[in-house]
């Protein structure tokens, strides 16, 4: 069971998650992963994807939409499937224009839109934007993990991160940081984790080799990344002390 409030959703201290970054409309790494959740106690732990699961470098294997597609019939189906937002469905649901690689990525999706839905593309990309500004930015765990795209971010309590989106997507210093923001100081990560009543901080966004753990922030590359590929296998029940108690639950794809 979870407890969704605002932006913001809230896990017991019961199970599991697994945790995976950083899809970029790959579609062999998103089968693997629903995989591995299946044979997770049956679909019973949860699954977190930290966002940008869509805009891959190029057209030619770029399998967003199949995964969007894919992750709208599980959110709808199952209370323990979580995508969360990342900077790259931010940046379709805004408009404003986002590059990897020296690529156009809102350009690029638009063309894959026009190719699979010719006579239809303005009305999917307009789904795709509502599916969009349903998901939460952020998962908070019991035992006190924050689970998010990238960050952190300035606030207060756990009550602007539930509030986040409510003054809108665009001019929203906030929220920008949660979805934009690269390794930061461990200063600043201490002081978000203190002001959010959490010990360790877990994101994407940055490509690794795996992982890299700077203090309390743990750098997961689920997908895109530097080299290896892994995930979190988050037991909810463990204290949670520091981002080194993490690091046992890493594990790598084969």
Known sequence: MKYVEGDLVTLPRRGRALVVTDLHG????????????????NRKCHLILTGDFIHAMGRENDHSIDIIEEMQYYSAKYDNFHPLLGNHEWATLTKILIYKGGVNQNLNFEQLLKKTFPDAWEEKLEEYINFFQTLPVAVRT???VFISHAGPTSVNSLEDIINLTRNGYL???????LLWRREAKKRDVNQFLDKVNCQAMVVGHTPVDGYKLKGNLLILSSSYGK????????????EINSGRDLESMIKFFR
Do not use: A, H, S
Not at 26 to 41: A, P, R, S, V, Y
Not at 227 to 238: H, I, N, P, T
């Open 26 to 41: 790959n579609l062999e790494d998103f089968n693997k992963i629903m995989t591995l959740w299946g044979k997770c106690f």
């Open 142 to 144: 019991d035992n006190q």
């Open 171 to 177: 001019d929203n210093q906030p929220l920008y940081d």
């Open 227 to 238: 080299g290896r590929k892994v995930y979190l296998d988050l037991d909810l029940e463990q």
